[in-house]
């Protein structure tokens, strides 16, 4: 008996480890020094990628073990439809293998439970199922690479915005939910490890700021609830891939307040993972140095390996497939980079660097959709008929009945065509060969790439003096001044047409120069459009709330690139005055006014106003509405004697939460009598 027993024990033992074999490979490779290698890293291989063109500062420091990702979901539906990819040389060639060749060793595919309607009709963005992630993981894995399987536990997209629950789980409770959470990621994983397909990492939901798979933490329980669902998905890949990394992704690094809150929940309610992972999207979610820190907050506190699960930047400001972007020219946005195939570059290889050099415990990043290109037809209405069959567009019609606020009326083509690494006819960018580059770095002559615009504030008394130079902006990423021929500047109708905005267009180094000239009326404020900082100006926070200072972002600005900026989290927080003393003013009639921008401001009062001898006289309300609708507030008639003391501001008051604002352009002018 006792023999038996053993054998049985044996034999139970045996299938332990053939299953680890089977289904996880767990430590299959050893490192150069014979010890094992985690599962999860990237496969080593030899590259041969060369450039004449893009210049690549060297990345120090960057280990053979650093994950370069792409997000690559959307190209089966795209092929469906008759796209091609090429390499840099023009072979028609697999896209999976153009990318292992330019030093891809990561794809990241994202998984929706069931994106069809109940007639089998896909709801677009690549209808991203598990079969759909099986097919582009055969392939990845073919070509070397590893899979990052990104369940959204959702049946369409998942992002801060939304985390829709899935049809079929839809009536459940809790304890219902996460069991079919199990259930289901489980299944997905089995089906892709049966496959043969590398899984490296499993994402556990997507973007899943306070929310997931129809939970949200604004309600009673909500982060208890979200997290059950996160340590079920967790379970599965412990139990189907205990090699592979568990990973969470959020997004807006730069609410820092929120990064803090999600470790500490995910610490609180024990959910097993190893990696913290970040969208960066440089052109909406802060500078490098807010993403580092949030990111080595979360490495140092809770000893977690980190991640950029998600950047893009655009190498064009066109539109290629007759659906507008996302991003373009004269976005709302951040733009530290121009919109080139260079400036895509620089994007990627400064993430990089910052990746591996500022961020602690930071195994890689990954570019969203790189391979996300125009679905090739000539027209609209040739795109329409493709997005529709294929689901190779952001949304088709059927998506409407899971999403009709969102896809039900805005569904259609590819809104980041212009931020992926190939062109529109499915050729690989240079931009590409960046990560095969950053290594060794690939230095060409630095000469300009892109002209940044001007922008010249002159007023009406004043001279018009056009600029001789302008900034290039090289390939590097450098400024440097070139010559510049303005054409067509009328001085003196320019001079006699008033108030008034003029786009002069010129040519520098052969490329063309944009200078936006702004005429303006004599305005006795000094730095009226905070182009100097808050220079003249005394801003008083009445209450503690998060933000009040002057913000350098063009897109924000009424005139110039500056203008004061708040913004507040909690409910009743804003509270402010901001203005100015004007000296030496001469006796007489004037007029002040000053623009604001803003919105969530719940309650306002909001009001310009003027003190004389610290009394106020005048006062004027306003108003802020949405993003983009300037109000002024205008009084007219003020009486002033010299030697009196003058003050003109603005005064707000809100009680929303996350009330924002903008406030430029504060002009005192004199009236004639
Ligand atoms: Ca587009």
Redesign the pocket.
Known sequence: MKSVKKILVFILLLSLVMSAFVSCKKDKDEDENGEPRAWWLPTQKELNVSSDSLYVTKVDNLSDDFIFGMDASAVPSLEAGGVKYYDHDGNEKDVYQILSENGINYIRVRVWNDPFDKDGNGYGGGNCDIENAIAIGKRATAYGMKLLVNFHYSDFWADPAKQMVPKAWAKMGIEAKSNALYAYTKECLEKLVDAGVEVGMVQIGNETNGAMAGESSTALGGWKKITQLMSAGSRAVREVCPGALVAVHFANPEKVTNYTSYGKNLEYYGVDYDVFASSYYPYWHGTYENLASVLNNIADTYGKKVMIAETSYAYTAE???????TISDGSAITKNYPFTVQGQANLVRDLTNVAVNDIRNCIGIFYWEGTWI?SGGESWEENSALWEKYGSGWATSYAGDYDPNDAGKYYG???V??QALFDKNGKALESLKVFGLMKNGNVVENKADAIEDTTLIIDLNGEIVMPTTVNAVMLDNSKKAIPVEWHNVDIEAMKAGGVAKYDIVGTADGMTAHCYVSMVEYNYLTNWSFEDGDAGWEAKALKSFDELYVEDKVTDSLTGTKHYHFWGASADAVEFTLEQKVENLPTGKYKYTISVMGGDGGVTDIYAYVKINGETVYTMATEITSYGEWHSALIENIEYTAGDEIIVGIYFKCSGPNAWGKIDDAMLNSVKE
């Open positions: 539109d290629t497939d007759f659906n507008g972007n125009s083509g590819c809104a065509d212009n």
